[in-house]
């Protein structure tokens, strides 16, 4: 695949991006990149573009020798596999903005791109717009990154905007996430954090050279907020989002999860409103740093898109340095989460779970208490699929240790003080 002089593009997909990044470089004649052929699934569809341009037979790109470049936009993550792992093995470069696909071959991805030394390149599969994954490589090539914090599914974003500042019915956010182009095909993916799950398994890739599944990280979405949440989240002044965070632990090991958050005003996260996305990156030496940008949408989306074709004009691809580096770490479940619960019942919880509660009350309709809890206690937990159960992790949630406080309530005992009386006010 030579790159350098021309790029003539062989375009998977016609929706929301594919029709972007079409008309974005119609309007980008300097990057002198031609989209040959574009394969879609529906011939009868009408289309914004000439009618000889387009295909269903995907073939008729993948085998044309003149094009180098492979864009794949497809809505669909098996037949993307297909298509992504068949370009590469006849040597075009891909972009790709399909994170599940990504998220979910990743290893086999990793070795395509190395046996058969072509780029591989997916700005617009994390966070649309924000160069995130190109600055985890580039700049965060070493040790310094200390955590991730970040909102990287617009859609949910979206909803929750539009619930808590806007009142608008979930139903209506939803649809309103979906005419703008912005949902997945299948909105379960946003709005059950599978989609935020696959985009946090690329960031680890990239930020801490951690290659896993999705499956093997515990996720939840937004369906599971309940109204009374929000009410309480308003009571305190805070926020509610989604987010995925990893964080460097003092071992060196990686805490990770995506989960919604109560948010204060004190995080950057606090003013993200609608379909944007915002990352506060945590390094060593330089406190915080935040990107924020469009999450979703047509052309926020193709920018990225357009800048990955940019980028294979000078031959550019990840280098992947963490994960073949001493730098590369590994997950740990071996931490705590500070989180606010709220059920229907008493019994929609086993509270022994629970390493301590720290307030709770209770109202005629819903029960709602704050408590600390071992992760790996809380990835396992039954309780915590159920629908009538809503977990929001607190505003600085991942503790490290609970060590001071455990010994500080065994001396308390010791004196004979019951160091939680009134602490579970319900008990
Ligand atoms: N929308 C967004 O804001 C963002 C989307 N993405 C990702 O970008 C990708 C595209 O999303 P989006 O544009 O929203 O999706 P759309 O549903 O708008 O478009 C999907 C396109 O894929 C085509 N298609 C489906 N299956 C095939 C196939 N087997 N062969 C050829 N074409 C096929 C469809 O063809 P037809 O037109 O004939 O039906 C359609 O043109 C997805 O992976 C999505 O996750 C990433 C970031 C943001
Ligand atoms: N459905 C996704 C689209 C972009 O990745 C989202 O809402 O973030």
Not at 325 to 339: G, K, M
Request: glycine fraction near 6%; include cysteine; hydrophobic fraction near 40%.
């Amino acid at each position: 695949m030579n790159t350098a002089n021309k790029l003539t593009i062989g375009l998977f997909g016609f929706g929301v991006v594919g029709e972007g990044i079409y008309q974005v470089l119609q309007q980008t004649p300097s990057l002198q990149a031609t989209i040959k052929k574009i394969c879609v699934k529906h011939p009868e569809k009408p289309r914004n573009a000439p009618p000889e341009l387009f295909t269903t037979n995907g073939d008729e790109l993948l085998n044309d020798p003149e094009i180098n470049v492979i864009v794949e936009l497809i809505n669909d993550a098996d037949d993307a596999y297909h298509i992504v792992t068949t370009a590469l093995k006849g040597r075009k470069a891909v972009v790709s903005a399909n994170k599940k696909l990504i998220a979910h071959h990743l290893p086999e991805l990793l070795q395509l791109q190395k046996q058969y030394d072509i780029p591989f390149l997916y700005e617009a599969a994390v966070c649309g717009a924000i160069p995130i994954i190109r600055n985890l490589e580039e700049y965060y090539d070493n040790d310094l990154l200390r955590g991730i914090c970040g909102i990287v599914n617009g859609s949910t974003n979206f909803i929750l905007t539009k619930i808590l500042a806007e009142n608008l019915p979930y139903a209506k956010a939803l649809q309103q996430a979906q005419d703008q182009g912005f949902a997945e095909t299948d909105p379960t993916l946003d709005v059950e954090g599978y989609d935020a799950v696959n985009k946090l398994t690329i960031l680890l890739a990239h930020g801490y050279g951690i290659v896993t599944h999705p499956d093997q990280l515990l996720f939840r979405g937004i369906n599971q907020i309940h109204a009374s949440d929000a009410t309480y989240a308003a009571e305190k002044g805070l926020q509610i989002k989604l987010t995925a965070q990893a964080k460097k632990l003092s071992n060196g090991k990686v805490a990770t999860f995506v989960l919604p958050q109560l948010v204060t005003n004190q995080s950057k996260l606090f003013d993200v409103p609608n379909e944007n996305n915002g990352v506060v990156i945590e390094s060593s030496f330089s406190d915080k740093q935040f990107l924020y940008g469009k999450g979703a949408g047509r052309f926020p989306t193709a920018s990225a898109v357009l800048s990955d074709i940019s980028a294979l004009r000078y031959q550019y691809r990840y280098e992947y340095r963490k994960l073949k580096s001493a730098l590369r770490t590994e997950l740990t479940d071996d931490f705590y989460l500070r989180v606010f619960v709220s059920c229907a019942s008493d019994s929609d919880v086993s509270r022994e779970d629970f390493e301590w509660i720290d307030e709770a009350y209770i109202t005629n309709k819903r029960q709602f208490f704050v408590g600390v809890i071992r992760f790996d206690k809380l990835k396992a937990a039954e309780w915590l699929r159920k629908p009538q159960v809503s977990l929001l992790v607190c505003p600085d949630g991942i503790i490290e240790g609970i060590e001071e406080r455990q010994l500080k309530k065994r001396s308390l005992e010791l004196a004979g003080v019951n160091s939680l009386a009134g602490a579970y006010l319900l008990n």
